[in-house]
């Protein structure tokens, strides 16, 4: 076991050949979790060399996994030897078993799968054959014919597709001939003409052994006793799904057929590797058993691609519903009191530099303070002469702006007066204070709209509306405050809802310089809002 396993994964992809491995290194280029499950019996095994992979020409099937698995590993990818005894779904996601000698049995989740346990070639039953398999017994063509090029080799005829495979590997050699083994009638009159034509000769079998010398082929025996000498032969393994684990899942596994006759079996998917099973791709040659290993690769970077878009839109749809139930439950009086409730002391004590800046030289009269909190704007405006009216929707809040009124003295205390409200429901009297400040106050954009109309509308004439708030430059830039985007705003739109009739209005954006909860630096900008009502 390469890794230790965790207990829940993004994606677990069960087989690591060319089409796991290169959907599990997308998926972890995508930052999702993975684990690769293989058994560690890959299907090319016998063979020295794959081909036709644009720039791993000629390499190795052994290297080219293990470049897979360095590469998964570079991007955070887990792999383990061993064998997925089980899965089965659990919600919109599985519950995965993943048996191994060295780990034993675990069980761990996955929100999505993606098989590729690849297929088993069903070779047919001749002494020496399975030996030679991947070596000088071949199957393909593309894979194989350039390295027996002009070479003499024959075509195992163990059914009518013989004839089909004769005329292909015609292209890599003259010297092909066809055995006719069990199953091959000889051929009819169009299919001998073609034969003819291509110089391609027809020997009658069965074929009863193999013959070699110094580990390669030499011939084929005949049931005759005559020896046919050859260099390679080709055979039409049957290609058969491993597919104990998808018929488990509730995937179907249908035939595979050619010219009429059924050459194996896959499990069926579209053309992204999604199975009818939700939450479940396919790819390689589990799915498509003819697909070389490049093909299988490509196979698998598309499910990876298409997995994750998947859990993207799962993810998209999730946060959706959370920002909802955020929204509807944050600013409600038990999401306050809770906050509150967590910590001794919530805010620094200090009264709000735009209050103080834009406070500080206006004649005290009647002040209201939005969203009091624990009080140190209320307690400022009281110093200052103001007789404030302090609300706020958390009761524990008010009680602690209350005790630090008293603290600051009687004469403080006896200004301000602490109302437990909230002013989406309740709104305050039309033109009855001098000055209504909101500082920090974000809420849903229409909730807030709301709100601060009828703030504006609380203020009596020649009297001043003060909003200021996080401007969402600061969440673009990667800080700002623990609140949604969509509830930060510019002074420039809050300005846009005052009647320019009835208003002076000035807007600016000021920088200030902060020490956030890690003891780090950083600049914060406030959306600040002034008007002055006409009288």
């Not at 004769?166 to 009159?189: C, K, N």
């Not at 005052?498 to 900008?525: F, I, K, M, N």
Request: hydrophobic share 45%; proline share 6%; net charge negative.
């Amino acid at each position: 076991m390469n890794d230790r396993l965790n207990e829940a994964y993004d994606v677990v992809v069960v087989g690591g050949g060319a089409a796991g491995l290169s959907g599990a290194v997308a998926l972890s280029r995508a930052r999702r979790t993975v684990l690769v499950v293989d058994a560690g019996d890959p299907r090319n095994a016998p063979s020295d060399h794959v081909h036709d992979y644009l720039g791993r020409e000629g390499a190795a099937p052994a290297e080219l996994l293990a470049s897979g698995r360095a590469e998964l590993a570079g991007y955070g990818g887990s792999f383990a030897t061993g064998r997925v005894t089980g899965a089965a779904k659990d919600g919109e996601g599985f519950v995965v078993t993943v048996t191994s000698a060295d780990a034993g049995t675990h069980a761990v989740r996955a929100r999505r799968l993606l098989l590729t346990t690849g297929l088993t070639d069903e070779l047919p039953r001749l002494p020496g054959l399975a030996e030679r398999f991947g070596k000088d017994v071949l199957h393909c063509p593309y894979c194989h014919g350039w390295e027996v090029r002009d070479r003499a080799v024959g075509i195992l005829g163990t059914g009518p597709l013989a004839w089909h495979h004769a005329e292909l590997w015609r292209q890599w050699t003259d010297r092909v001939l066809v055995l006719r083994h069990e199953g091959l009638d000889a051929p009819d009159a169009d299919q001998a003409e073609r034969l003819a034509a291509r110089g391609i000769h027809v020997v009658d079998g069965p074929v009863t052994s193999l013959e070699s010398a110094d580990d390669r082929l030499t011939g084929v025996r005949l049931a005759s006793g005559e020896v046919v000498a050859l260099d390679a032969l080709v055979v039409a393994p049957r290609l058969t799904a491993r597919a104990e684990l998808p018929q488990a899942l509730g995937l179907p596994v249908v035939p595979v057929e050619y010219g009429g006759q059924v050459v194996g079996s896959r499990v069926p998917a579209d053309a992204t590797g999604a199975t009818e099973v939700p939450g479940v791709w396919v790819a390689g040659n589990l799915t498509d058993p003819t697909a070389q290993v490049v093909v299988a690769a490509a196979a698998g970077l598309r499910a990876g691609a298409m997995i994750n878009a998947d859990l993207i839109a799962a993810d998209t749809r999730d946060a959706v519903a959370a920002h909802r139930e955020q929204l509807r439950t944050m600013f409600e009086q038990e999401a306050w009191e809770e906050r509150y409730r967590s910590r001794p002391t919530l805010w620094s004590g200090n009264p709000n530099p735009q209050l103080v800046a834009e406070a500080a030289d206006l004649t005290p009269g009647r002040a209201l303070d939005v969203g009091s909190g624990e009080g140190a704007d209320a307690i400022w405006l009281a110093s200052r002469g103001w007789q404030v009216t302090g609300t706020d929707i958390s009761t524990v809040a008010l009680a602690r702006a209350t005790d630090h009124a008293r603290a600051a003295g009687a004469d403080i205390a006896e200004r301000i007066t602490f109302s437990h409200a909230d002013l989406r429901e309740t709104p305050p009297a039309p033109g009855s204070f001098d000055l209504v400040t909101a500082q920090f106050m974000h809420l849903p954009t229409a909730q807030r709209r709301a709100l601060f109309a009828a703030l504006a509308a609380a203020v009596a004439p020649d009297g001043t509306l003060l909003l200021v708030g996080h401007h969402p430059r600061d969440k673009r830039d990667g800080g700002g405050p623990g609140v949604h985007l969509d509830m930060l705003y510019t002074p420039e739109q809050v300005a846009a809802d005052l009647d320019p009739a009835l208003w002076d209005v000035r807007t600016d954006t000021r920088a200030r310089r902060v020490v956030d909860p890690e003891g780090r630096e950083l600049t914060l900008h406030d959306a600040v809002t002034v008007a002055r009502r006409r009288r």
